[in-house]
T-cell receptor
Framework: NAGVTQTPKFQVLKTGQSMTLQCAQDMNHNSMYWYRQDPGMGLRLIYYSASEGTTDKGEVPNGYNVSRLNKREFSLRLESAAPSQTSVYFC???????????????FGPGTRLLVL | RKEVEQDPGPFNVPEGATVAFNCTYSNSASQSFFWYRQDCRKEPKLLMSVYSSGNEDGRFTAQLNRASQYISLLIRDSKLSDSATYLCVVNGRDSGNTPLVFGKGTRLSVIA
């Protein structure tokens, strides 16, 4: 099993460009998440999907959109990139539906994005 | 009060030392507690779940104090390979159907 995979690993964008970050998991997990991690800020949740067909905003959703394409795949789109979106983006998945005790999240290796 | 607070460190300790991290959380209704480990430029990985009675896994001991709303992680006989950032993770809100909230992490450096 590959676990959680993310593409691309690195990306440089110019302000105003758009891009989609891809995430896939092969663990048959119900829930998937997108986080960003910035120095001194920790992991912040952008969007999540509790199950196939549903998506919800997290702590910092502005400037992003998501699509839960199927149970395996959850993509994050930046429509018009801004320098403030320079960050490391992590996708994660978990087996249980949200709120179950002892739910473990499994993370992908991350995408490092630089917006100039 | 932030939902999950941790001392950012860094904690610089010699090999073989015992080190403890504390984490406080604001939501008294939180039900799930974890410690994750994150190596430099890598993804977070689950280190331990934290159970009400406390739990131990080798050199690592996690404890939960609901009355004071804090979680602790104790590392005994520190190894160089323990150098990492340790993230405290808690349920975010009263409702069960909400994502986890991550603390900003405590950085540990174990020195030879």
């Amino acid at each position: 099993n590959a676990g959680v995979t993310q593409t691309p690993k690195f990306q440089v964008l110019k302000t105003g460009q758009s891009m989609t970050l891809q995430c896939a998991q092969d663990m048959n997990h119900n829930s998937m998440y997108w986080y960003r991690q910035d120095p001194g800020m920790g992991l912040r949740l952008i969007y999540y999907s509790a199950s196939e067909g549903t998506t919800d905003k997290g702590e910092v959703p502005n400037g992003y959109n998501v699509s839960r394409l199927n149970k395996r795949e959850f993509s994050l789109r930046l429509e018009s990139a801004a320098p403030s979106q320079t960050s490391v983006y992590f996708c994660a998945s978990s087996e249980a539906l949200l709120g179950y005790s002892q739910e473990t999240q499994y993370f992908g290796p991350g995408t490092r994005l630089l917006v100039l | 009060r932030k939902e999950v607070e941790q001392d950012p460190g860094p904690f610089n300790v010699p090999e073989g030392a015992t080190v403890a991290f504390n984490c406080t959380y604001s939501n008294s209704a939180s039900q799930s507690f974890f410690w994750y480990r994150q190596d430099c430029r890598k993804e977070p990985k689950l280190l331990m779940s934290v159970y009400s009675s406390g739990n131990e896994d080798g050199r690592f001991t996690a404890q939960l104090n609901r009355a004071s709303q804090y979680i602790s992680l104790l590392i005994r006989d520190s190894k160089l390979s323990d150098s990492a950032t340790y993230l405290c993770v808690v349920n975010g809100r009263d409702s069960g159907n909400t994502p986890l909230v991550f603390g900003k992490g405590t950085r540990l450096s174990v020195i030879a």
